[in-house]
């Protein structure tokens, strides 16, 4: 089975703080992604990766940069955080696009931050 | 912007009932997916369409996908309160990305 592992599954920051979301998965996916999950919002999608060191911007990816260095691990980095950006913040994985024509994503646990 | 339109939002039943979630969209898909979000994990896939007018089933869950590859259903017979979740659908739009409808929550009593 996929596992996606997040190293937090709450957080508290104060406004200002810079925070950082590790997320590791141990299946070799060559894709990563950071969705942010809000009531009757759905997920939105932040950052995604489809490889080490590149990086693409989702819907939402303003105040939010993301850093990938090895394969496996994929970190959300908020540089300033703000009560905006209390929510739930999801990781996922996913084989490579293309081919079969879809590609499930395996999700973490979710990390809730709180921004105060 | 795509969008995928839930609904509805909310539906609480009593043990047994059936029930229909509906996931629609104007634009085109070239697949579908439902996942199931329990309280405090992740969203898990539960099944991908992919042809127009495909239907699956899941033991008590059938999933079918409009002829245009628009929409989609989720129907659940006799549910059961392990069936108490998030039910999402995301739509996989022509470069490979996830559009997620905002969910449907679903509540089984017993």
């Known amino acids: 089975d996929v596992k996606v592992t997040q190293s937090s599954r709450y957080l508290v920051k104060r406004t200002g703080e810079k925070v950082f979301l590790e997320c590791v998965q141990d299946?070799?996916?060559?894709?990563m992604f950071w969705y942010r999950q809000d009531p009757g919002l759905g997920l939105r999608l932040i950052y995604f990766?489809?490889?080490?060191?590149?990086?693409e911007k989702g819907d939402i990816p303003e105040g939010y940069s993301v850093s990938r260095e090895k394969k496996e691990r994929f970190s959300l980095i908020l540089e300033s955080a703000s009560t905006n950006q209390t929510s739930m913040y999801l990781c996922?994985?996913?084989?490579?696009?293309?081919?079969?024509?879809?590609?499930?994503?395996?999700f973490g646990n979710g990390t809730r931050l709180t921004v105060t | 912007t795509q969008l995928l339109e839930q609904s509805p939002q909310f539906l609480s039943i009593q043990e047994g009932e059936n029930l229909t979630v509906y996931c629609n969209s104007s634009?085109?898909?070239?697949?579908l997916q439902w996942y199931r979000q329990e309280p405090g994990e992740g969203p898990v896939l539960l099944v991908t369409?992919?042809?127009?007018?495909e239907v699956k089933k899941l033991k008590r869950l059938t999933f079918q996908f409009g002829d245009a590859r628009k929409d989609s259903s989720l129907h659940i017979t006799a549910a059961q309160p392990g069936d108490t979740g998030l039910y999402l659908c995301?739509?996989?739009?022509?470069?490979?990305?996830?559009?997620f409808g905002s969910g449907t929550r679903l509540l089984v009593r017993p």
């Open positions: 996922a994985s996913s084989p490579p696009w293309g081919g079969t024509g879809f590609s499930p994503l395996h």
């Open positions: 299946m070799d996916h060559e894709n």
């Open positions: 990766s489809y490889d080490v060191k590149m990086k």
């Open positions: 634009s085109v898909f070239s697949s």
């Open positions: 369409v992919v042809t127009g007018g």
């Open positions: 995301a739509g996989e739009d022509s470069s490979y990305k996830l559009i």
